[in-house]
């Protein structure tokens, strides 16, 4: 782990080779007041809340079939008392850039979970951003010339809690990525309704495979991105789901490969469409995991794409 790592994500579906992984080890129950999106207060109102046990077992089921495809996985640093389930939250990778999150400030101990990866890493490329820019890893699709930022900017936006990117985030990269086609897309946001509520891009819109899409139109703001992502990938390539089917993370799984998906068992309807396009899909269990708003791309924060 002392040698320094070479970067390199220019998108969504390349062959992965490295990978952060979101770990349990020290995650304890919160309270109801500590939580931050919708799925999460329902399970804990609800007395479904996932235990320790559950979630460290099932992500390391994860790590497992990531590894039996060839993947080295990295460890994130242990912090006493804290969720570090959801990898993607706290960083990014473009390019060849590490981008450390502005994520919300009671979740800014888990940063600290990275502090061993970053060392690994040439300083020159590891970005900190200024407090006025908020940006979360599953808010960022990368696509080769391309970059989808999902954002909230309405008036409500320092009360809405699952409001994660603003558009300072977008004027950012823009700048950063002069060469790249930054294309923002709002999402609905709400702190009490998961089937209203598209926490991250991530959540509505996924690319997968060499040309097609996952999308689900009710979790934009505005039809005409829906209708923008429509006429880039085509309609015939575009795989079609509710927004009860995006609170129940069907959006989100996670490709190895153009050719190899991790999905859950449970998604009979993407693993189906995946399979017919000759998409190779391991199942994965992360039920007790998909209870706290995230699933498969939400836990991962892939470093190395080649």
């Given at each position: 782990m002392n040698s320094k790592l070479s970067l390199n994500i220019i998108d969504e579906v390349s062959q992965l080779s490295k990978v952060i992984v979101g770990q349990a080890n020290n995650f304890i129950k919160p309270d109801i007041s500590d939580l931050y999106d919708p799925t999460s207060k329902f399970h804990l109102n609800n007395n479904t809340y996932p235990?320790?046990?559950?979630?460290?077992?099932?992500?390391?089921?994860?790590?497992?079939?990531?590894?039996e495809n060839n993947i080295e996985v990295i460890e994130l640093d242990s912090i006493k008392d804290c969720n570090q389930i959801f990898a993607r939250d706290i960083g990014f990778v473009i390019d060849d850039f590490f981008f450390i999150s502005n994520i919300l400030p009671h979740r800014q101990n888990e940063i600290n979970g990275l502090k061993s990866i970053l060392n690994m890493i040439d300083k020159e490329k590891i970005i900190k951003l200024e407090d006025d820019i908020h940006v979360e890893g599953g808010d960022i699709i990368v696509a080769k010339d391309k970059l989808y930022v999902g954002y909230y900017d309405e008036a409500d936006y320092k009360k809405?809690?699952?409001?994660?990117?603003?558009?300072?985030?977008i004027?950012?990269?823009?700048?950063?990525?002069?060469?790249?086609?930054?294309?923002?897309?709002?999402?609905?946001?709400?702190?009490?309704?998961?089937?209203?509520?598209?926490?991250?891009?991530?959540?509505?819109?996924?690319?997968?495979?060499?040309?097609?899409?996952?999308?689900?139109?009710?979790?934009?703001?505005?039809?005409?991105?829906?209708?923008?992502?429509?006429?880039?990938y085509g309609v015939d390539n575009v795989l079609n789901i509710t927004s009860k089917e995006m609170s129940k993370m069907l959006c989100n799984f996670f490709s190895i490969s153009e050719k190899i998906v991790v999905s859950d068992y449970k998604f009979d309807k993407l693993n189906n469409w995946l399979?017919?396009?000759?998409?190779?899909?391991?199942?994965?269990?992360?039920?007790?995991?998909?209870k706290q708003g995230g699933l498969f791309r939400c836990s991962t924060l892939p470093l190395i794409r080649f």
């Open positions: 235990k320790k046990k559950d979630l460290i077992a099932e992500l390391d089921s994860y790590k497992k079939a990531l590894r809405q809690i699952t409001a994660r990117t603003n558009f300072n985030a004027v950012f990269l823009k700048k950063f990525f002069p060469e790249k086609d930054i294309i923002p897309l709002k999402l609905k946001k709400s702190s009490l309704d998961p089937e209203n509520n598209a926490l991250h891009l991530d959540c509505c819109f996924q690319p997968v495979g060499s040309k097609y899409a996952v999308i689900c139109k009710d979790g934009f703001y505005n039809s005409s991105d829906y209708n923008l992502l429509i006429k880039e399979k017919e396009r000759n998409i190779k899909v391991v199942k994965v269990k992360l039920n007790e995991v998909g």
